[in-house]
């Protein structure tokens, strides 16, 4: 089997599969949808967490940069003459 005849006979592959695909969710579209479902359900679920832990992730370098901001105004005011 040469380079381009693979490649066309991937392409049937892809193409008989998407018409089972088709075929399969035109005939049992609750069964197909149930099926998609489920596959995604996992990912979603890791999708919500990833996020849930960036949001935690910057909320916390936000609080980390106010900090250091708050002590770094402490610091200009202590350094500040005092005038009597």
């Known amino acids: 089997m040469t380079g381009s005849a693979g490649a ?17 969710a035109a ?3 609750y069964g197909f949808l149930t099926t998609v479902i489920l596959a ?12 849930w832990k960036l949001a935690k992730m910057i909320e916390a370098r936000d609080r980390e940069q106010k900090k250091k901001q708050k002590r770094q105004e402490n610091i200009a005011k202590a350094k500040k003459p005092k005038k009597d």
């Open 27 to 29: 005939k049992d579209p």
């Open 40 to 51: 995604l359900t996992p990912l979603f679920i890791a999708s919500a967490l990833l996020s």
């Open 8 to 24: 066309e006979r991937s392409m049937i592959d892809v193409k008989a599969w998407a018409q089972y695909v088709v075929e399969w």
